[in-house]
């Protein structure tokens, strides 16, 4: 599925307001995705906050190209490779997507809306696929 242009700037809109609270969303999104997956937290190193962060920083890069994700195409296999050499798979990519909604719907609260949800849906699908195909991720 591809983002729209509407889609587009929702999750733009809702990333600026999340970056007031990178660092405990980061957190949040970890916390999130081990209750999921606990059997991948041997695959991160123990600086959770340094990692969130580097998520997150990542994460608002491709927002900030969201509409020409084919200028990030060396960020996606690189991010993939890295991925893969973790021993990331690409069924891990789900509950990844899960623990990033939770964490949005939890810092955005009630403005976090079923079309804001959609959006970031149809964002993450998109660039999970992007980096599995990249990254050759099996």
Do not use: C
Request: charge should be negative; glycine fraction near 8%.
């Amino acid at each position: 599925m591809t983002v729209t242009t509407r889609q587009a700037e929702l999750i733009r809109e809702s990333f600026e307001t999340l970056r007031q609270r990178l660092e405990p969303a980061s957190m949040s999104f970890y916390e999130a995705l081990f209750r999921r997956a606990p059997d991948l937290r041997a695959m991160f190193r123990d600086d959770l906050a340094g990692q969130g962060m580097k998520f997150m920083t990542t994460l608002g890069t491709i927002i900030g190209n969201i509409e020409d994700p084919e200028a990030l195409g060396d960020r996606f296999a690189e991010l993939g490779r890295g991925h893969a050499l973790m021993g990331v798979k690409a069924a891990h990519f789900a509950p990844m997507g899960e623990a990033l909604m939770e964490t949005l719907r939890d810092e955005m609260g009630a403005d976090f809306t079923p079309d804001l949800e959609a959006a970031w849906r149809a964002a993450y699908d998109e660039l999970a696929a992007r980096i599995v195909r990249r990254g050759r991720i099996g």
